[in-house]
Every structure is written in structure tokens, then in C-alpha cells.
């Protein structure tokens, strides 16, 4: 239920309305609920035709220097 | 193409990590239990086989995180009441079709004439009553935050007088600490709900360590966002510290999604609520708030008292959803309770505790 899929900003509609591009397979979702703006390129995640988060790349970085850590440090 | 989700699934990364949980685990000589309170993360560590791997003396419980197993018969009968007397279009999410009310499911409901259609979210059902202004249209909203923000949008600029919603949302972590307060659970660490944070962020678990000295980690669903969650909360558990470690930070902000939490305050009041098997948690559900009563179905119809039944036939998934019992100790599992004929909620959602165990076989499960 609280499933929400990872997809990739492809087309800017308009305001609140993006296209997603989830495993190739292209769909409109709602921007509503994110105060961030989206750009195409953006990895975005979403729930039944919402997006509730964006991708953070700098984090996502980090989360793989975090791993390198934890690999590291056997 | 998605998210590089390739390198969240690396089976290097995933051993190496086993290795480190399982050099953790050894530092300890008890049975360690950590329970999440999230059927996404149920349904994909058991379809990526993590429990096996894991030490044996950890024990991944399962908590009551599928809101479709956890919504009380009496919500079901109460929209089926609605359905009977007003001459209504029921429209809900296709988990909750087969899912057991007092007398029937909605789906059994449907075969007797009751209108009842699937929907992908409340935006196709507001669509739906758009399209047919004759036709009441009522959609039987369930979910944790999550959804709750979703649906919060929809209630905040739709105004169609031929629709309305039936919340049964729940949030969770009011839940948890109802987890920690019960004498009949034992457990050492949360695995808290990756997709339930995007919205609440990590703040709202910080309680559970300052109050309970609890350990908590933020974990997203590929299997080394599990694994490193469970790795990060085990830490705490061994070292015998406890805070919130967000192990899902690409998503999960330390606030949350503040746009969405906001729209889901002003749409929203947080109220007690049934749990299926468990009686009322206070204030664990969420129903709209008095602004936008013209769309709440339970001010709409004057619903009666009805009388009601979780669990039916021996169905124990009152224990089930706390991780009291697992699914193969009830004597219905995998015999009359099946996936393709649940009996009790746990057996219907592809994420209900006994519907996963039952399709991917896990026989682990030892007592």
C-alpha cells in the first residue's frame, strides 16, 4: 500500500503536472505535494500518481560514501 | 529507465553486509528482535530471501504495517451500510476487495449487486463522479501517511456534491509507541517505514529513543537499504545506545516532506481508531478535518451502530499483526486460508504477513 515507485522526471506539462518515465513505461503524475521544483532528469519517487519525494543526488552520493565506510571497515 | 536501483541490489554489497551483521550479532548471545511496521518491507525482504541470510539469533518481526490488514471489519461494514441504503458507487483500491468485513468482503458484495470498482487512487474516483454527476460516488480511502497525503490533497480542492470520502487512514508512529507500552510483546529495535518517512521525515520517531531508549532506523526496500537499516539499528542494539538513524537519507529528509505534511493537517484530525483484532488505539487514525465535512462519507450518511467481527472462523491475525504469533502457528494458514481464499485480513494484501509467507514459502519461521 505505502508502495511508491522510482521514476524519472521526462516532460514538463504544466505547474502541477509532471510526465514520469517508471521502467520505460510513461505516466502523468501530480507535483502537489512537493515544494521543491522538478526539472527533467530528476529521479522522483511516486504513490498512486503523486509525488511524494524527490531524489536527493548529493545524498544519494554521500549514501555511497557512507557504504564505502561501512564495506571499508571489515 | 528508473532510478540506478542496479546498485541497491548488488549481491557483493548485500554479502558483505550479511558479514558485518552477522560479526555484530555474534557480540550478542540472546535472540535479537527487531520489528518493522511496513508490509512494502515484509513483501520485499521475504521475496529477496533476507530472512534466510540473516544470523540466527535474529528475529525480523513483522509489525502491523499493511493498512489493509489492519482495517477493522466495522470500517468495511459501515461502507457496505452506506452502499446498501444510499444507493451508492463504492470505489477503493483493489487490496481491499477481498479483505473480510463482519459478514462479506466487498468483492463477495460486488457478486450480490452492490457497486463496487477498483481504483488505481481517489484521483480516478473523483474523475469518475466528474464524469457521472447522476452517480454518488464514495471512495473508501486506507493508508499511513503515505497515502493520507494523497488523499488530503484530493479532499482539499475537490468540491463535487455527488462525492465523498471514507477515511479509514491510521498513522504510525503514535502505533509504535502502543507497540513498545504492551507487556506481551518483546522486542529490541524498530525498523522504521521508508516511505511513511518521506512524508513525517525522521523527527516524529525521535520520542522512541528519548522517552524508551529505543533504537530506530529509517530503511528504504531494495535489499541493501534493508540490510543497512537492519545493520544500523542492530548497532544500537548491541552497543546499547538508541536514536534515530535515517538509513534511507536519498529519500528521507529530517523533516519530511513539510508541503505534504501540511496539507494532510489542514485536511486531516488526528482521532483514535479500530484496529482490526486489537480494539481502539487512541489517536492513531487520521479523519477529515470539520473545514471540509461536506466531503467526509461518515457526516454524509447517518451510519448506525453496527454489530461486528474482526476475526472469523480461528483466524488469529490479531497476533499476526503485532508479531505475537507468526502466520504458520494459525491453524487456518495454508490450509483453509489461503491466498487465492483468504479467511483473515493478513492472508489478502500481497503484503499481509501471511499472504507473503504463504506465496514465497518461507518455512524459517521456527518457534
Known amino acids: ?74 | 529507465m528508473s532510478e540506478p536501483t542496479q546498485k541497491y541490489r548488488d549481491k557483493n554489497v548485500v554479502n558483505i553486509l550479511i558479514k558485518k551483521i552477522n560479526t555484530l550479532a555474534e557480540k550478542s548471545s540472546e535472540t535479537i528482535r527487531i520489528m518493522h511496521v511496513c508490509g512494502t518491507h515484509e513483501h520485499d525482504l521475504v521475496k529477496a530471501g533476507l530472512r534466510s541470510l540473516l544470523p540466527k539469533n535474529i528475529d525480523l518481526i513483522a509489525g502491523p504495517g499493511c493498512p489493509v490488514c489492519v482495517c477493522s471489519a466495522q470500517d468495511i461494514d459501515e461502507v457496505l451500510w452506506i452502499a446498501d441504503n444510499h444507493n451508492v458507487t463504492i470505489t477503493t483500491f483493489g487490496d481491499m476487495m477481498r479483505v473480510p468485513s463482519s459478514t462479506e468482503s466487498l468483492y463477495q458484495a460486488q457478486g450480490r449487486g452492490v457497486a463496487v470498482k477498483i481504483v488505481y487512487g481517489i484521483s480516478d474516483a473523483i474523475k469518475m463522479a466528474e464524469k457521472n454527476p447522476d452517480e454518488e460516488i464514495v471512495f473508501f480511502s486506507v493508508g499511513f501517511e503515505t497515502t493520507s497525503c494523497v488523499t488530503a490533497a484530493e479532499v482539499a480542492r475537490t468540491n463535487l456534491p455527488n462525492f465523498s470520502v471514507y477515511s479509514s487512514h491510521k498513522v504510525v508512529p503514535p502505533a509504535m509507541e502502543l507497540l513498545l507500552q504492551r507487556d506481551d510483546l518483546e522486542f529490541d529495535g524498530f525498523l522504521a517505514p521508508g516511505h511513511v518517512s518521506t512524508i513525517i521525515g525522521a523527527k516524529p520517531y525521535e520520542f522512541i529513543p528519548e522517552k524508551y531508549n529505543f533504537p530506530v532506523s529509517i530503511a528504504g526496500f531494495e535489499p541493501v537499504d534493508i540490510l543497512l537499516g537492519i545493520y544500523a539499528v542492530l548497532e544500537q542494539i548491541v552497543e546499547g545506545t538508541a536514536r534515530v538513524d535515517n538509513m534511507y537519507k536519498r529519500y528521507v529528509k529530517y523533516e519530511g516532506n513539510p508541503a505534504a505534511s501540511r496539507i494532510v493537517d489542514d485536511a486531516f484530525v488526528v482521532s483514535d481508531a479500530r484496529w482490526r483484532g486489537l480494539g481502539v488505539w487512541p489517536e492513531t487514525g487520521h479523519e477529515i478535518s470539520d473545514k471540509y465535512a461536506h466531503i467526509d462519507a461518515k457526516k454524509k450518511y447517518n451510519i448506525p451502530n453496527l454489530p461486528t467481527e474482526d476475526l472469523r472462523g480461528g483466524c488469529i491475525c490479531d497476533e499476526i499483526l503485532i508479531g505475537k504469533s507468526k502466520p504458520q502457528k494459525c491453524e487456518l494458514f495454508n490450509k483453509s486460508c489461503r491466498p487465492d481464499h483468504p479467511i483473515g485480513a493478513c492472508m489478502v494484501s500481497h503484503e499481509g504477513t501471511c499472504n507473503v509467507a504463504a506465496t514465497y514459502e518461507e518455512i524459517i519461521w521456527e518457534e
Open chain 1, 1 to 74: 500500500m505505502c508502495l511508491a515507485i522510482p521514476g524519472l522526471v521526462c516532460e514538463l506539462i504544466n505547474e502541477k503536472r509532471v510526465m514520469v518515465d517508471i521502467t520505460g513505461v510513461r505516466r502523468e503524475a501530480d507535483t502537489s505535494l512537493l515544494e521543491e521544483s522538478l526539472d527533467v532528469g530528476d529521479y522522483v519517487l511516486v504513490h498512486t500518481g503523486f509525488i511524494i519525494s524527490k531524489l536527493d543526488p548529493k545524498q544519494a552520493k554521500e549514501d555511497l560514501k557512507l557504504w564505502d565506510e561501512i564495506l571499508s571497515n571489515q
